[in-house]
């Protein structure tokens, strides 16, 4: 009963952690009437407790702080307190303002340690084992929850992951209906006995990272299995957006028309029609795949609902010192792809605002392949919202991962994240550390008409395009003026593929890899497969 009491109490940064009869001060005085009380006792009972210098979770052993960037350190204390913190032959003194928090500003360190963070008030904190090196926020779904134990190859990758360098902050999932001030984790080492509960998505980020720029790693982990993006992003920044303001109404609504009773009751009736369902398709002999009904969740608490995630699991974090961001989300979004730009590009600058870092790198897992393969030249669906993240290029500093290769028709959470983190650090390597590398597979670029032909041009080509897998190029599919697309022939040209077929003599558009598991093979040399694209991309975009 105590701890649901504290997590429903959601509109506090500090839980009222009161066991009736234990720790009621009320409660304690009648435990106790009849008896003769020490005057200290008495005195104890009466007199207001000093609290204790407090750090935030992330501020914890094991830690790792960004280098070369001033280093933000925060808490709490009594309102006035004195509170010095000391790092690496520097120290700052601040005191704490009315409401009780205090913060300072370290000046930049390189990579290394460890060093010993040290907090003195009243009371004394020194975290132990503080490494400097390079920091990445890492959150989405269920693809960047997935750990470590359930991918590829865990015994293999279990037995290598002795890299004392490469820690993980993990934040424990939970929703709030306003920013709270911090979130609940540890830092964790990573060794073959804790790498199995790492976000597999991150570490093998983290892993090449560590490995290719020799420096500590620290990972901060925030994701939650089928949550939507809004839930990611501040009521600000999605009030800020008008094309979000709808989806914010309809939350608000629903929120002030919750019954308990009514959800329930149409609940059953909806897992009774279910269960009727699966009897009569099992009864037949058909295959049966309507998804069972979920049990109603009171939106003012859902992980589901606008803010919800941003407030409990991102807003904590803010500002601690990171280099840049990692994302792996947007199944749970693929009903609304058009949106999903405008949420995708609120969320981003949302979070930059915050940080007050600038335009920190921002990097997307662009979504693998998935279901049943392309049969038609274009199949709507994943395909859209891949283009969301093609799109999100616009912005600055941001970069995607091209997953189109690395997919499972049968499982929406393939296994190969070893790949997906390999390419998520490929573009981090290349952009963000100005290594001599290709950020990744080929980028649409732009189209032009050569007779009845198109000729498509890309970025990122790298040594050269290439067929993955051999001739012919597969996954185009072209249309005339009356939007009818058919299978069609492509081969590269130098730099360019040129598309064709012999009854589309008027092309006007090309699709590549339209569809949500599509039969595609288009590559550069280094070994990295292009994006899906579509030329007829729409006139109004949210990166425009």
């Known amino acids: ?17 009161m066991i009736p009869g234990i720790f009621d001060r009320g409660a304690l005085m009648k435990r106790f009437s009849g008896f003769w009380l020490a ?23 094991h830690m790792v702080l960004q280098r070369d960037l001033p280093i933000p350190v925060w808490g709490w204390a009594d309102p006035g307190e004195q509170v010095t913190v000391t790092l690496a032959s520097q120290s700052r003194t601040t005191a704490a303002d009315p409401s009780g928090r205090w913060s300072v500003r370290l000046d930049p360190l390189k990579a290394g340690g460890p060093h ?15 490494l400097v090196g390079e920091v990445w926020l890492c959150s989405g779904q269920s693809n960047m929850a997935m750990t470590v134990s359930g991918c590829l190859n865990f015994q293999e990758e279990s037995k290598a ?26 830092w964790k080492v990573c060794t073959p006995q804790t790498v199995g509960a790492f976000s597999a998505a991150a570490y093998f980020f983290g892993r090449r990272i560590h490995r290719e720029l020799e420096v500590p790693v620290g990972l901060l982990h925030s994701s939650w299995g089928g949550t939507p993006i809004q839930a990611w992003t501040s009521w600000k920044a999605q009030e800020e957006n008008a094309m979000l303001v709808p989806l914010l109404e309809s939350f608000r609504k629903a929120a002030e028309s919750w019954d ?9 009736k909806q897992l009774a029609d279910w269960k009727a369902a699966e009897a009569k398709a099992k009864e037949e002999g058909k295959p049966f795949k309507m998804r069972r009904p979920q049990a109603p969740q009171d939106p003012r608490i859902s992980p589901n609902s606008p803010a919800r995630l941003y407030n409990a699991m991102i807003a904590p974090l803010v500002p601690y010192g990171i280099r840049g ?85 049968e499982d929406i959470h393939p296994k190969n ?38 000729v498509l041009e890309f970025d990122c080509i790298g040594s050269g395009l290439e067929a993955k897998g051999g001739e012919p190029l597969k996954g185009f599919a072209i249309c005339g003026p009356d939007r009818n697309f058919v299978w069609a022939q492509a081969r590269i040209v130098g730099d360019t593929v040129v598309v064709s077929s012999p009854g589309v003599l008027d092309p006007t558009a090309v699709r ?15 070994g990295f497969p292009a994006s899906p694209f579509r030329t007829d991309r729409p006139e109004q975009n949210a990166f425009k």
């Open 325 to 409: 961001a990692i994302w792996y989300q947007g199944e749970a979004n693929a009903g609304n792809a058009a949106l999903y730009g405008y949420q995708l590009r609120a969320m981003i600058e949302g979070w930059r605002k915050d940080w007050s870092q600038g335009d920190f790198p921002f990097i997307s897992v662009q979504l693998p392949n998935f279901m049943a393969l392309q049969m038609k030249p274009v199949e709507e669906g994943w395909a859209a919202i891949r283009e969301q993240f093609l799109l999100s290029l616009a912005l600055p500093n941001t970069g995607i991962a091209v997953t189109i290769d690395v997919g499972e028709a």
């Open 39 to 61: 005057p200290w006792v008495l005195l104890a009972a009466s007199a207001p407790a000093a609290a204790d210098v407090r750090l935030p979770s992330p501020f914890g052993d």
């Open 512 to 526: 590549y890899a339209w569809a949500n598991n599509p039969v595609c093979n288009l590559a550069n040399k280094d």
């Open 417 to 454: 994240k070893q790949d997906v983190g390999f390419r998520l650090a490929q573009w981090a390597l290349a952009r963000t550390y100005s290594k001599p590398l290709v950020p990744g597979g080929p980028l649409y670029r732009g189209m032009r008409r050569d007779g009845a032909s198109i």
């Open 161 to 186: 992951a002795d890299f004392p360098g490469i820690r993980m902050f993990t934040a424990a999932r939970k929703t709030a209906g306003e920013p709270q001030t911090d979130v609940p984790g540890e």
């Open 116 to 130: 010993v963070l040290k907090v003195q008030g009243r009371n004394t904190i020194e975290r132990q084992d503080v």
């Open 260 to 268: 308990p009773e009514k959800a329930k009751e149409r609940y059953e």
């Open 1 to 17: 009963a105590w701890i649901a009491r504290e997590e429903l109490f959601l509109g506090s940064d500090r839980p009222q952690r």
